[in-house]
């Protein structure tokens, strides 16, 4: 089976603080996304990345950053956390063959 | 650019049948889905189709693709309690990074 796995279900930060969520995928899949889901709005991507160390802007990339230094582990940082940023947010990740893309449980993150 | 749009809500009995539609704006769309996603959970595929067929069947569900008006469901006959979930639309192309856009989900509450 397939597992994307985040660090954390739920995160309390406090504005201004510097937060990262991690997210992990043991299917050695070349793609992993970040996205952000909020009440009728659906799913935003924030970034995505293709391979190791790359990276790319998605529909709503600002106040966010990413790395991605291994290729398993894609991370999600924000560099000085709003409360605007609270949020669902989601990792996934897909091969370069693949049909669909495989999601984590969600962090959910109140920045107060 | 791609636009994916979801109704936000849907109510059926127990037994019925539900219809969840989706329209998309990107013709170049090769693969559509339908993920659900139920309460504090993250998203799993549900079902997808491949944007050269008009329909697939899997046990209780069928997928319907109007590629001419961009119009997309999802029917689940014999609607059941455990199908109540977020149900949301999406799309992708082949190659490129992979990339997969969301509609906004459309809530189904199935009332006993």
Redesign the interface.
Known sequence: DVKVTQSSRYLVKRTGEKVFLECVQDMDHENMFWYRQDPGLGLRLIYFSYDVKMKEKGDIPEGYSVSREKKERFSLILESASTNQTSMYLCASRGQLDTEAFFGQGTRLTVV | GED?E?S?FLSVREGDSSVINCTYTDSSST?L?W?KQEPG?????LT?IFSNMDMKQDQRLTVLLNKKDKHLSLRIADTQTGDSAIY?CAESITGG?????????TKLQVIP
């Open positions: 994916v979801q936000l693969y889905y993920y959970a993250g998203l799993q595929l997808y949301f990074y992979q990339k997969v856009t969301f509609g906004t989900g």
